[in-house]
């Protein structure tokens, strides 16, 4: 905790905001500035001139380049980072990956400003703000349907609390952005903090469901039969994976992470994992368990007719959700994995059925049909399966693809948490969170897999200069197919038999004429490949590893067919 009686330096709303991030325990303050936090700055500036411990600062030369970091930041830590932006320009540059924050469930505060007198008082805000940066209803307005929470903080004697109070409420379940509109005037207003109130914040208690629920629910397991685990989201909680694989395991309860999931939530390897499709276990199952799973069936009244639903999740139904449907018979409501600690404790009591448990594990253990062998092409899979075999053990795999999302998740196999992570929301920030991810675990290999059409999507030069000042390597590797395949798909899907398709004309598709991708960063000293042959991929990818390695960022760009 910081002293700040000494008044010889004068306090404003910059160091209220400063001191807030200390004691919230904020890493990070990530910025794409305005010329509002003049006063944050001068407060950062004292900060480096006093020696006070405090966050680091980043500027950042795009809006969705600074949420989509501390938005990959926050998905390792779990904590929440401050981002500062500019006026409503800014916001709504950074819009689209504020909301990709929401659908991740990853806290951060965001803030941005206007002037609330347009220099009718002795405060000159500078007329830009009159002219044309002002919004009718505030931005604060603007903000308010894709995060969490929407504030204006009235007054700089408020300032610091309101900072706490947004970590507080973006921190908590369903965790989220949140966001506070801190006016010019309320920056430069002079601060002197109330002694009492300065002080390093503490982080939420742990909930855990009812020992009633909790026996309930183990009831439910022990006496199903076939019980089915559906998943989305459960490794991005703490000890949720290894809890998970507990459940599981001690029941041999097969497990199923649909096209929803969003990062590694049980091993790819073990016979316990299903795959992406539970049609088949579904339609024999007498108890299916969704654990932070918000979309396990679609359309959503397809829910399975014969079964019961038990749900386990922090917040199971998400308030950011315009349609939800999960017709649950029971809900566990909790911290995800001291919950399913607790669930496999109740199932202990009670004792494990050996027999029906031991005939369930000879079932997943017999041998499955087996695929198609693997074509000499190249192909997503192939690309995959490379990859999966040089690069570390350890490395983190950031996925921004559509069409070939499945099977990056399938053939990468992840065996542990934060082995992959799916960026959600809208297309253009997988560069950014991956960045994110390297700056809060500089050591661990960080590879970007991303189509042609979402790559172009991203801010590319700014996050390109981001990583080499930045000090951040990063693996990109295009899955490059020369079209938006899934507006093809999509199309082809309503009009099967149009005049599209008869004609060979379609539109919203083409991307052949997309510049030589991997020549793109060559103005940063990268190392840029381009791979048209099957032969060639390994190599490719074993010299941009090399790369990376070295400290250089590395883009392959990896021509599929069309």
């Known amino acids: 905790m910081t002293d700040l009686t000494d008044e010889k330096d004068q306090k404003d709303g910059g160091e209220a905001i400063l001191e807030a991030c200390r004691n919230l ?12 936090w003049a006063p944050v700055w001068e407060a950062l500036a004292r900060q480096e001139k006093n020696g006070t411990p405090g966050p680091r600062y980043l500027d950042l030369l795009h809006e969705t380049l600074a949420v989509a970091m501390a938005t990959g930041y926050g998905l390792v830590t779990g904590r929440p980072q401050m981002v500062l932006l500019h006026a409503v320009p800014g916001l709504l540059q950074g819009a689209c990956g504020i909301h990709g924050a929401l659908l991740a469930n990853v806290g951060m505060v965001v803030c941005s400003s206007e002037s609330i007198t347009y220099g009718e008082t002795e405060t000159d805000p500078g007329s830009q703000w009159y002219r044309n940066l002002s919004i009718v ?3 604060q307005a603007v903000a308010a349907p894709f995060v969490k929470w929407s504030t204006q903080v009235g007054s700089v004697s408020t300032l610091y609390g309101s900072v706490v109070r947004a970590a507080e409420i973006a921190r908590r379940g369903p965790a989220g952005p949140v966001y506070l509109n801190v006016p010019v005037e309320v920056l430069l207003e002079p601060w002197k903090p109330a002694a009492t109130a300065i002080r390093p914040v503490a982080l939420p208690g742990s909930r855990v469901s009812t020992e009633r629920d909790l026996a309930e629910a183990a009831r439910r397991l022990v006496a199903a039969e076939h019980p089915v685990i559906v998943t989305e989201s459960a490794g991005r909680h703490p000890d949720g994976f290894a809890a998970l694989v507990d459940l599981a395991e001690l029941l041999s309860i097969p497990v199923i992470e649909p096209q929803s999931a969003v990062c590694a939530n049980f091993p790819r390897t073990s016979e316990l994992h299903r795959g992406g499709d539970g049609g088949a276990l579904f339609a024999e199952a007498d108890l299916i368990v969704l654990v932070c799973c918000r979309a396990p069936w679609y359309p959503p009244s397809n829910r399975p007719a014969d079964a019961e639903v038990l749900v386990v999740d922090d917040v199971p139904h998400r308030p950011y959700s315009d349609y939800q449907v999960l017709v649950a018979d029971q809900y566990l409501e909790g911290d995800v994995g001291p919950t399913l600690r607790a669930l496999v404790s109740g199932v202990k009591e009670l004792g494990v059925d050996d027999e029906r448990v031991a ?3 000879a079932v997943l253990a017999a041998p499955r049909p087996a695929r198609a062998a693997a074509g000499d092409g190249l192909d997503a899979a192939a690309v995959v399966r490379e990859l999966r075999d040089l690069i570390d ?15 990056i998740a399938q053939h990468l196999r992840a065996e542990e948490p934060g082995r992959y992570s799916y960026v959600q929301g809208g297309l253009g920030q997988g560069l950014g969170v991956a960045l994110g991810v390297k700056l809060a675990d500089p050591d661990r290999e960080v590879v970007l897999t991303i189509g042609d059409g979402s790559f172009l999507y991203n801010p590319i030069v700014q996050s390109l200069a981001a990583s080499r ?7 990109v590797v295009v899955f490059n197919n020369r079209q938006y395949r899934s507006m093809k798909l999509n199309h082809l899907r309503f009009y099967p038999q149009g005049t599209a398709v008869t004609e060979g004309d379609f ?12 020549s793109l960063v060559t103005p940063f000293e990268m190392a840029g490949h381009t ?3 099957p032969d060639d991929l390994r190599p490719v990818l074993e010299a941009a590893l090399a790369s990376v390695r070295a400290g250089v960022t590395a883009l392959v760009d990896v021509h599929l067919p069309l």
Do not use: K, M, Y
């Open 469 to 475: 000042a930045l000090g951040l390597p990063l693996l």
């Open 507 to 518: 539109r919203g598709v083409d991307l052949t004429d997309q510049p030589d991708l991997a």
């Open 393 to 407: 053990p350890r490395a983190a795999v950031v996925d921004e693809t559509i069409t070939h999302s499945r099977a």
């Open 359 to 361: 005939a369930r594990r």
């Open 137 to 139: 209803g505030g931005t």
């Open 531 to 533: 791979v048209t042959n």
């Open 25 to 36: 325990g904020v890493d990070v303050i990530f910025s794409s500035p305005g010329s509002e």
